[in-house]
């Protein structure tokens, strides 16, 4: 398939089954939303999806090809936005951003992705002044300075205000338009168009059942 | 590359922002130093005679103090995961960290260990192997301190974990940086002490950023 896939994908944190049999497809210009309820695994599997934790079982295909082949290929292709802004509030909105952006491969755009999410004028200040609004949306400018064809997007509109939702929408938007690819993690509708949809409670395993049926009854005398 | 230079350039800068932070593991190198003379005593040729190892260990000890920040920050904010999948080899990153780390700490602690060595009548004869010494076993610190701090990441009471797994592995450091500087203050050559250290930096360079590039996956997973 040409795009970004992964087949009967399991994750087990702390010995625990997150979730099993999981498989999805996403192909240029199309978009994947992760529902379920809190501790489902929708943060669990897209970092199995960046690359950052490793499946259990299963592989995580690009254009056929498992990513663990050559995974700095692969995550030269990618944006990542975790729950966590990885935003460091000594240096500067922009200096924050020069440093990720000289991280990912392609020409960097860094005034146009701050006009963008709307921090240009507040490009001089030290992070420590923004507020978690703003910095979420620093974090999301991430996204817009270097090229990337696969967004993967945890929890993206936490703490933006409506306004800043609209902006994102229009950039992933765009960025489909161009062909590229959205995996994003929400709780809240995003109102991405057309967009796939996973479930992650109707991956969760069965609760553990020790008997299925009615325990033997091992303690009575009568012969069986 | 450019993730190299553009990760060096940064801790520096955030070192510069957070001065005091920086400033911390000299502070503590010259007051620690300073106890001694108030412990022993006085006497200008007890001193002298102690000289080098005094500067050895305290040296190690002050950047002890530096090591449990430096890969927790970005551990805790994001960063590190986003170090991960930077589409560059880790153990580049990790050598980055590492450069930054030795410019930010082990070339204050070079710079400090002479005006102490005054301070503890450190024979003339020593200074130059001593800054020489130093400028090797700063760097072999750096390269350890930062493997036992990517493989103490996420752990708690990383501190503890972080002197018990590194202070037993710079040893050898201690053994001939103050031996070298005690071979020239007594009119002997130093250049097989410097030679060992010299060894020794290289092996870890070798090792080192590769083993931390292991313990950084394992522990952004």
């Not at chain 1, 099993?20 to 992760?34: C, K, N, Q, R, T």
């Not at chain 1, 991430?142 to 933006?160: F, G, N, S, V, Y």
């Not at chain 2, 940064?10 to 957070?18: G, H, K, P, S, T």
């Not at chain 2, 930096?201 to 394992?218: D, K, M």
């Amino acid at each position: 398939m040409d795009g970004f896939s992964g087949t009967g994908l399991a994750c087990i944190r702390s010995n625990r089954i997150v979730f099993a049999g999981l498989d999805f497809a996403v192909s240029p210009g199309g978009a994947l939303v992760l529902t379920g309820p809190n501790g489902s695994g929708k943060s669990s599997l897209l970092r199995l999806m960046a690359g950052i934790a490793r499946p259990a079982a299963g592989s995580i295909l690009w254009q056929d090809a498992p990513v663990s082949e050559d995974p700095e290929a692969f995550f030269a292709r990618l944006h990542y936005v975790g729950h966590r802004d990885a935003v460091k509030p000594a240096l500067t909105v922009r200096e924050n951003l020069t440093f990720h952006a000289a991280l990912r491969p392609g020409a960097a755009d860094i005034d146009g992705a701050l006009e963008r999410v709307g921090l240009a004028a507040l490009a001089d200040l030290p992070a420590r002044m923004l507020s978690a609004g703003q910095t979420r949306r620093l974090t999301l400018a991430r996204i817009l300075a270097t090229p990337a064809p696969l967004w993967l997007l945890d929890e993206p509109t936490i703490a933006l205000d409506y306004r800043a939702v609209e902006r994102l929408r229009a950039a992933i938007d765009a960025h489909r338009a161009g062909g590229g690819m959205i995996v994003a993690s929400t709780n809240v509708p995003l109102g991405i168009d057309d967009a796939a949809t996973i479930d992650l409670a109707a991956h969760a395993p069965a609760p553990d059942v020790l008997w299925a049926d009615e325990p033997p009854d091992i303690l009575s005398d009568e012969p069986r | 590359m450019s993730g190299f230079f553009a990760l060096v350039g940064r801790d520096i800068r955030i070192a510069l922002r957070q001065f005091s932070d920086t400033m911390m593991v000299i502070v503590f190198f010259v007051i620690a130093a300073a106890l001694f003379p108030f412990g022993v005593g006085p006497e200008p040729n007890l001193l002298a005679r102690m000289a080098p190892g005094i500067l050895w260990v305290t040296a190690l000890l002050a950047a002890m103090l530096s090591f449990d920040r430096l890969f927790q920050n970005d551990y805790d904010d994001g960063t590190l995961e986003l170090l991960v999948i930077a589409p560059q080899p880790l153990w580049m990153t990790a050598l980055a960290k590492i450069v930054a780390h030795w410019l930010t700490t082990g070339l204050p602690l070079l710079v400090a260990a002479p005006v102490i060595g005054i301070m503890l009548n450190l024979e003339p004869r020593g200074y130059g192997v001593l800054i020489a010494a130093m400028a090797l076993g700063t760097g072999i610190i750096s390269l350890v301190g930062a493997l036992g701090a990517a493989l103490s990441l996420g752990s708690r009471r990383s501190g503890v974990l972080l002197s018990l797994l590194v202070l037993p592995l710079v040893i050898p450091v201690l053994i001939f940086g103050a031996g070298a500087v005690d071979a020239a203050i007594g009119g002997f050559a130093a250049s097989q002490q410097l030679l060992v250290l010299g060894g020794l930096l290289i092996g870890c360079l070798a090792v080192c950023p590769w083993g931390c590039a292991v313990a950084l996956r394992l522990a952004a997973e």
